[in-house]
């Protein structure tokens, strides 16, 4: 998975994991890592909406890294199909 350093800044302050962490992480780890960024992105639209203001830095990154785990799992579904 190919994560820009900001990316993995936002992985390793919320979730702990390092470069090396995440790329060892198993198919099961990483849609619970998707999950829990869906559910940071989510927090800080609302946050957003309510204070009339664009999303914030962590939002945008965490959305961001939903997208690349998103392309990441159809792209190994596709080579196992």
């Known amino acids: 998975m190919n994560l820009s ?3 993995k800044q936002l992985l390793e302050a919320e979730f702990g ?3 090396d962490d995440i790329a060892e992480l198993g198919y099961d780890e990483i849609k619970e890592i998707r999950e829990k960024c869906f559910d940071i992105e989510v927090e800080e639209a609302v946050e957003a909406e309510r204070a009339g ?3 914030s ?3 945008r ?3 961001d ?3 690349v785990i998103m392309a990441h799992i159809r792209s ?3 080579t196992t199909a």
Do not use: C, H, Q
Request: hydrophobic share 40%; charged share 45%.
């Open 5 to 7: 350093n900001e990316k």
């Open 57 to 59: 830095d962590r939002g």
């Open 76 to 78: 190994a579904k596709k």
């Open 61 to 63: 990154v965490a959305a």
């Open 17 to 19: 994991l390092t470069g």
């Open 65 to 67: 890294i939903v997208d």
């Open 53 to 55: 203001k664009d999303i």
